[in-house]
T-cell receptor, first 113, second 108 residues
Framework: KAGVTQTPRYLIKTRGQQVTLSCSPI?????VSWYQQTPGQGLQFLFE???????NKGNFPGRFSGRQFSNSRSEMNVSTLELGDSALYLCASSLAGTNYEQYFGPGTRLTVT | QKEVEQDPGPLSVPEGAIVSLNCTYSNSAFQYFMWYRQYSRKGPELLMYTYSSGNKEDGRFTAQVDKSSKYISLFIRDSQPSDSATYLCAMSGDKIIFGKGTRLHILP
């Protein structure tokens, strides 16, 4: 079974631009969660989608948004990029929203200049 | 007080040694306790999860949870150079919180 895939793997953007990241979960998994990982803050929860509905949201500004499609694929968008948004963005999928058994993708490394 | 505390290391041990990694937490509502391994430039990989207190073993890895002390541990037996990675603890209840990770180096 294929794992979680994320595209693109690397991205360089300029402050003020917006970016869209994509995640394809493991086949059959209906829940997708997004995380931001930085050296200073570690791994922080952004939001979770289950059956196209946002079920939980972390403590991030409204510039961070996401959506999930009927095939469970998910996208996250960051608008008006700031230098502090430079991070590894990770997507994780689980079968039925069990956050104790999540499988992560390789991440998208976003650099904001 | 942080919800989850984890020593960042680095922790260097010789090959074959027993490794002990641990985390403390403050929120007694956590019910599930997880350990992830993350290699450089990769996503975290779930090693194992435990529900409530007790031990769980999987090959060379043993996870322990002591809810009364709010303390969790991961033991790695017969450590190998391939175990060199960052190990993240995580805890969940109605939300999930990750430790910042311990960098582990196994010296050949």
């Amino acid at each position: 079974k294929a794992g979680v895939t994320q595209t693109p793997r690397y991205l360089i953007k300029t402050r003020g631009q917006q970016v869209t990241l994509s995640c394809s979960p493991i086949s059959g998994h209906r829940s997708v969660s997004w995380y931001q990982q930085t050296p200073g803050q570690g791994l922080q929860f952004l939001f979770e989608y289950f059956s196209e509905t946002q079920r939980n949201k972390g403590n991030f500004p409204g510039r961070f948004s996401g959506r999930q499609f009927s095939n469970s694929r998910s996208e996250m968008n960051v608008s008006t990029l700031e230098l502090g948004d430079s991070a590894l963005y990770l997507c994780a999928s689980s079968l039925a929203g069990t956050n104790y058994e999540q499988y992560f993708g390789p991440g998208t490394r976003l650099t904001v200049t | 007080q942080k919800e989850v505390e984890q020593d960042p290391g680095p922790l260097s041990v010789p090959e074959g040694a027993i490794v002990s990694l641990n985390c403390t937490y403050s929120n007694s509502a956590f019910q599930y306790f997880m350990w992830y391994r993350q290699y450089s430039r990769k996503g975290p990989e779930l090693l194992m999860y435990t529900y409530s207190s007790g031990n769980k073993e999987d090959g060379r890895f043993t996870a322990q949870v002591d809810k009364s002390s709010k303390y969790i541990s991961l033991f790695i037996r017969d450590s190998q150079p391939s175990d060199s990675a960052t190990y993240l603890c995580a805890m969940s209840g109605d939300k999930i919180i990750f430790g910042k990770g311990t960098r582990l180096h196994i010296l050949p």
